[in-house]
T-cell receptor, first 118, second 116 residues
Framework: AQTVTQSQPEMSVQEAETVTLSCTYD???????LFWYKQPPSRQMILVIR??????QNATENRFSVNFQKAAKSFSLKISDSQLGDAAMYFCAYRSYHYGGATNKLIFGTGTLLAVQP | GAGVSQSPSNKVTEKGKDVELRCDPI?????LYWYRQSLGQGLEFLIYFQGNSAPDKSGLPSDRFSAERTGGSVSTLTIQRTQQEDSAVYLCASSLAGLGSGQPQHFGDGTRLSIL
């Protein structure tokens, strides 16, 4: 079974600075997807960024980028120029690469609570 | 609607009562998921619906939990004889189905369930 581990329960960053959130995972599969979701106090899970395991290039979305190390099974999220609105719980998630009707459930880590200091 | 809609937003009930939670997915999304988020934990998969296929119920924690999806759209998650350990936020997500499951899941705001 696949597992996702986030070893940092809480992190803090100064506004405009850069912060990196860690995520490791365990799987025997070779093809899969990795995600970072943001959950503000409103509870809604918002997709931040997605990485396909078969792509070597690290995904980037504006101020958000990942460092995907497939051999090390590591998937960290870097937030540049942190803003007050970035304060939230961040979850790393894994999904197998399935065809057809197989379950495409997400497997989540326990989250990292990010505080942004003004 | 524009996003996944869940109701009620909050539900407080007494131990032993039955509850129904509702999810209205994004129009056109054939895949629908229920997850549970307990305090301080990540999300735990409960059940998955895909079109007219039999649902994957492998994540349901006990036979007190059940879910339906009528007409391939709205879904209800029912918890019978609620227990205090059922207290959690229940999140629903939907996605387009596609080869390789690359479609992202879009989440609702969840229902916070509190069992007294």
């Amino acid at each position: 079974a696949q597992t996702v581990t986030q070893s940092q329960p809480e992190m803090s960053v100064q506004e405009a600075e850069t912060v990196t959130l860690s995520c490791t995972y365990d799987t025997s599969e070779s093809d899969y997807y990795l995600f970072w979701y943001k959950q503000p106090p409103s509870r809604q899970m918002i997709l931040v960024i997605r990485q396909e395991a078969y792509k070597q290039q690290n995904a980037t979305e504006n101020r958000f980028s990942v460092n995907f190390q497939k051999a090390a099974k590591s998937f960290s999220l870097k937030i540049s120029d942190s803003q007050l609105g970035d304060a939230a719980m961040y979850f790393c998630a894994y999904r197998s690469y399935h065809y057809g009707g197989a379950t495409n459930k997400l497997i989540f880590g326990t989250g990292t609570l990010l505080a942004v200091q003004p | 609607g524009a996003g996944v809609s869940q109701s009620p937003s909050n539900k407080v009930t007494e131990k032993g009562k039955d509850v129904e939670l509702r999810c209205d997915p994004i129009s056109g999304h054939t895949a629908l998921y229920w997850y549970r988020q307990s305090l301080g934990q990540g999300l735990e998969f409960l059940i998955y619906f895909q079109g007219n296929s039999a649902p994957d119920k492998s994540g349901l924690p006990s036979d007190r939990f059940s879910a339906e999806r009528t007409g391939g759209s709205v879904s209800t998650l029912t918890i019978q004889r609620t227990q205090q350990e059922d207290s959690a936020v229940y999140l629903c997500a939907s996605s387009l189905a596609g080869l390789g499951s690359g479609q992202p899941q879009h989440f609702g705001d969840g229902t916070r369930l509190s069992i007294l």
